[in-house]
Antibody, heavy 119, light 112 residues
């Protein structure tokens, strides 16, 4: 079955960096775009970034553009989110979610990993 | 950005009674291919979001038929015909027509 497992979250000081990973299984990873979506504590969902199946196209939310970088390693079935210059407002659970191109949304989500930016 | 506005934000419902959630977009969600990319997600307490409905009215596999979606253009609705205890959670609409993709604020469904 389709599985997406995030890891790499933790507590980090403002201005520092963190890299999240999303390990995929149960489907042909290299055929799908993957998104990052985040949810601040007690808040709603915010789309963060997406990378196309081949890594050639990437899109970012204005709130993270220039600070976050999405990438993937199709040989390892893994998605990454490099987060630099972290701010308190980046505190959230980060989910990876599989892109469904024909429907322009996500079908499967991971369980999320919590990032806390605090001094 | 396409701003998605849901109402109500809180919805207490009696078991077995119907529930309806509205979602309005600041822009038409009709894409250049003629399709409308409006989805609904359910997030139960402590869980990840789960897709219920895509392209306005298509139910995902395994989603009970008491859930239905409707609407067009900028106005959309999620209806639950008879609320059950397992339906408690927060429901989000999401548009995939315009970049960036955007979500509504969420509607919290609880049992009275």
């Amino acid at each position: 079955q389709v599985q997406l497992v995030e890891s790499g979250g933790g507590v980090v000081q403002p201005g520092r960096s963190l890299r999240l990973s999303c390990a995929a299984s149960g489907f042909t990873f290299s055929n799908y775009g993957i998104h990052w979506v985040r949810q601040a504590p007690g808040e709603g969902l915010e789309w963060v970034a997406v990378i196309w199946y081949d890594g050639n196209n990437k899109y970012y939310a204005d709130s993270v553009r220039g600070r976050f970088t999405i990438s993937r390693d199709n040989s390892r079935n893994t998605l990454y989110l490099q987060m630099n210059s972290l701010r308190a407002e980046d505190t959230a659970v980060y989910y990876c979610a599989r892109h469904v191109s024909s429907q322009r949304n996500f079908d499967y989500w991971g369980q999320g990993t919590l990032v806390t930016v605090s001094s | 950005d396409a701003v998605m506005t849901q109402s109500p934000l809180s919805l207490p419902v009696t078991l077995g009674q119907p529930a309806s959630i509205s979602c309005r977009s600041s822009q038409s969600l009709v894409y250049s291919d003629g399709n409308t990319y409006l989805s609904w997600f359910q997030q139960r307490p402590g869980q990840s979001p789960r897709r219920l409905i895509y392209s306005i009215s298509n139910r995902d596999s395994g989603v009970p038929d008491r859930f239905s979606g409707s609407g067009s253009g900028t106005d959309f609705t999620l209806q639950i015909s008879r609320v059950e205890a397992e339906d408690v959670g927060v429901y989000y609409c999401m548009q995939g027509t315009h970049w960036p993709w955007t979500f509504g604020q969420g509607t919290k469904v609880e049992i009275k």
